[in-house]
């Protein structure tokens, strides 16, 4: 049995995981569908005509079974992770940002080009023509103040 799943799978398994890609534009959902669908080549009991045969019902077993998946409850209630932890982090960043609004304008500015643009400590001393130590000071008291924000925002959160 082993023999015939690594024959199937050495046969099969590129076709099984790049139709499941283009269906899921995921590299796990691809690599799960392929697992079931060989899964369910081992259950068949079924005896192929030929090799064309075998290698047309893979595909269809692999399109009907993305199609399954992607009409699922679970597929439909979910959001893949990578789209979560991007609504995460913007949430994260809209409330930082939010938070910003409350500092003095000499540290609001300084943190924003050092956190939104990008920008190193040199850079930020050139722009704004202060000294680096000037904005590694502000740069530190500014995120001791969004710190203290932030802080604040979670006992709020926690009070209600």
């Known amino acids: 049995m082993k023999e015939e799943l690594d024959k199937v799978v050495e046969e099969y398994g590129?076709?099984?995981?790049?139709?499941?890609?283009?269906?899921?534009?995921q590299r796990t959902e691809a690599e799960d569908v392929v697992q079931d669908v060989l899964l369910k080549y081992l259950m068949n009991t079924k005896k192929f005509e030929s090799k064309e045969h075998e290698k047309n019902w893979i595909i269809r077993v692999t399109i009907n079974h993305c199609h399954n998946v992607r009409l699922s409850a679970w597929k439909r209630k979910t959001v893949p992770l990578?789209?979560?932890?991007?609504?995460?982090?913007?949430?994260?960043?809209?409330?930082?940002?939010?938070?910003?609004?409350?500092?003095?304008?000499k540290y609001r500015v300084v943190a924003q080009l050092f956190y939104f643009e990008d920008l190193s400590i040199k850079q930020?001393?050139?722009?704004?023509?202060?000294?680096?130590?000037?904005?590694?000071?502000?740069?530190?008291?500014a995120r001791?103040?969004?710190?203290?924000?932030?802080?604040?925002?979670?006992?709020?959160?926690?009070?209600d």
């Open 14 to 25: 590129k076709i099984i995981y790049r139709i499941a890609f283009l269906y899921f534009k």
């Open 144 to 159: 001791h103040m969004l710190r203290d924000e932030l802080k604040k925002g979670d006992e709020e959160h926690w009070i």
């Open 124 to 141: 930020i001393s050139k722009t704004l023509k202060i000294s680096e130590s000037n904005v590694k000071t502000r740069l530190l008291r």
């Open 82 to 105: 990578e789209e979560y932890a991007f609504k995460l982090k913007t949430e994260i960043q809209d409330e930082i940002f939010n938070c910003l609004d409350n500092l003095k304008e």
